[in-house]
């Protein structure tokens, strides 16, 4: 199963990183790099597949991306939901320490959907190590492929 290409997104403001977002989801998905710059973590893992958080997943219905944001959006924002984007908001704050329990409750509502990619635009870079250890850990380690951070 491939897992979803995820980048984390840092900015000063809501506007910066949902630009910066959207940017990102005008470049056409090529699934091909995002599964083979996954694979290398994944191999000899064949024997846990059938146990792992990942297997049970359904297939997605139509190929997806999604984004978690935290914070309050922008008024003219270039991200909307629609088809082919789902996008949810979260209350700011510390998504490692009190914001923990609401973003771990958003994205597994959205990984049983299995998105192609995800991006989570955060307020604050302040705990980013934490939170990026946090995502490489199981079980998100067999559903996310974690990319570089973007700053913006």
Partial sequence: MARAATSLVTGSTAAAREGAIAAALAVPFDAASASSASSASVSGLAADRAASPASRLPAPAIPFDAVILEGLGVASTPLESGPG????????????????????????????????????????????????????????????????????
């Fill in 85 to 152: 984007l789902q996008v949810m908001r979260i209350a700011p704050g510390c998504l490692c320490c009190d914001g923990n329990l609401v973003l771990r409750v958003t994205l597994n509502r959205l990984l049983r959907q299995r998105p192609r990619r995800l991006f989570i635009g955060l307020a604050s870079s302040e705990h980013l190590d934490q939170l990026r250890s946090w995502l490489a850990a199981p079980p998100y380690d067999q559903l996310l492929a974690l990319e570089p951070t973007v700053h913006v």
